[in-house]
Structure formats: structure tokens, C-alpha cells
């Protein structure tokens, strides 16, 4: 078991270390952003587009001894705009988009021998 002078200790020099970062927020943020045009002129043509999107995040928030609090924010924007423009006979025009967000965030600080500060 520590003691609680070596304990105070150790989160007086955590914070003289890092004060900002001891309370810190986590952010994490992605934006994306995809555009296509397509001309087509004339006849029998064959006009493709496709567009994928995918954003992955991830935050982990853990300390030792030490966990100290602090929100985990995360935010994804993907916009994806197409747009065609055919003129003639027989002509064919395909467009296809998908945009796809992974996030996931866990906090390790309940576990002893953590200690919370609210």
C-alpha cells in the first residue's frame, strides 16, 4: 500500500510536469472530403465514377497511478458530391459512393491500483 505523502508526491510532480495535459481533453476529428465531375459528349460512351470514403479512430485513455479525468470527443465528416453530365445517344453513366466510420474509445482507469480524481 503507498503512502499518502508518497502518493500526494507523485501527483505533485505529474502536475508540475504536465499541468495542461494532466486535465486534458482527448479530441480526434476527421473530415473528408470528395468531389467528381464527369463530361460526356457524343455517342456509345461508358462513364464510371466511384467514391470510398473510410475513416478510422481510436482513443485510449489510461494513466499510472494517476488517472486523471478529461472528456474523449470524436467526430468524422465525409461529404462526397458527384456529378455528370451526358450528352448524346446511347451513352451510359454509373456513379456509386459509400463512406464508411470507425470509431471506438475505452478508458483504463478503474482498475487498481489507479487512483481517480474527480
Known amino acids: 500500500m503507498l503512502k499518502k505523502s508518497f502518493t ?13 495535459a494532466a486535465f486534458a481533453d482527448q479530441y480526434s476529428g476527421s473530415n ?4 467528381q465531375s464527369s463530361v ?6 461508358v462513364t464510371g465514377q466511384s ?26 465528416n ?3 458530391g458527384q456529378g455528370s453530365v451526358t450528352i448524346g445517344e446511347g451513352n451510359v453513366t454509373g456513379q456509386s459512393a459509400s463512406s464508411t466510420t470507425v470509431q471506438s474509445q475505452s478508458g483504463n482507469c478503474a482498475a487498481y491500483p489507479y487512483i481517480y480524481l474527480p
Do not use: E, H, W
Not at 473528408?32 to 468531389?35: A, D, L, R
Open 8 to 20: 500526494f508526491g507523485l501527483l505533485a510532480a505529474g502536475l508540475m510536469v504536465a499541468p495542461t
Open 51 to 76: 467514391a470510398d470514403a473510410i475513416t478510422i479512430q481510436r482513443q485510449l485513455k489510461s494513466g499510472y497511478p494517476v488517472c486523471f479525468p478529461g472528456n474523449q470527443v470524436a467526430g468524422a
Open 78 to 80: 465525409a461529404v462526397i
Open 40 to 45: 460526356t459528349s457524343g455517342s456509345d460512351n
Open 32 to 35: 473528408t472530403v470528395i468531389q
